[in-house]
């Protein structure tokens, strides 16, 4: 047998694969395996805890089931709209999903043990949903499209949080470092 016929492919011949085809690539379990085994990580799904999925050109999470045991989750780079199908996830405390098409904050109510979140440069017009995150503690926000009190009045309810980056959004009234105090 060849090797070419036995070996994954990379990360490289997926996005070239998908490109011709005029398909976003599609984050199947071959494309996982893939990735897990360019970065020298397992090929048993669950004995992962450091996953890296950044820069595909995904517009979906899913089919990451099998890694239960996963501690940090790069999506950084991608076209997600969506934050889904993490629920199974309980263990994870990183996850960078920057630099995607994400407009809500949604999907997270399950990840009890999040420490730290990135969400910076997405289209988020409104901080939501972070309040059942009881270890949250690090939380970028920067570079989205976040503009008055209203859309960051909900962090008030993040008690654990003690460092926010709100950098590069459109925040200009001096009102806002109400919700700080």
């Known amino acids: 047998i060849e090797e070419s016929s036995t070996r994954m492919a990379s990360r490289s011949e997926i996005a070239a694969t998908s490109r011709r085809l005029g398909a976003a690539p599609v984050m199947?379990?071959?494309v996982v395996l893939a990735a897990c085994k360019e970065r020298e990580g397992y090929?048993?799904?669950?004995l992962n805890e450091s996953l890296y999925l950044q820069c595909f050109g995904f517009t979906r999470i899913e089919n990451l089931e099998e890694y239960y045991e996963c501690k940090a989750l790069w999506l950084s780079d991608n076209n997600i709209?969506?934050?889904?199908n993490l629920s199974h996830m309980a263990n994870l405390r990183c996850l960078?999903?920057?630099?995607?098409a994400i407009t809500r904050i949604e999907g997270l109510s399950r990840l009890q043990n999040l420490?730290?979140?990135?969400?910076?440069?997405n289209?988020?017009?409104?901080?939501?949903?972070?309040?059942s995150l009881p270890k949250l503690h690090t939380l970028e926000l920067g570079r989205n499209q976040l503009t008055d009190l209203q859309d960051i009045a909900h962090l008030?309810?993040?008690?654990?949080?003690n460092v926010l980056d709100l950098?590069?959004?459109?925040?200009?009234?001096?009102?806002?470092?109400?919700?700080?105090?």
């Open 115 to 121: 420490q730290t979140l990135n969400l910076s440069n």
């Open 43 to 46: 090929t048993t799904p669950y």
């Open 96 to 100: 960078f999903i920057q630099s995607n």
């Open 156 to 161: 008030i309810h993040c008690k654990s949080l």
């Open 123 to 131: 289209l988020l017009t409104r901080v939501s949903n972070l309040a």
């Open 81 to 84: 709209s969506k934050i889904e």
């Open 167 to 181: 950098s590069h959004n459109r925040l200009r009234d001096p009102h806002i470092l109400s919700v700080f105090e």
């Open 28 to 30: 199947c379990r071959e």
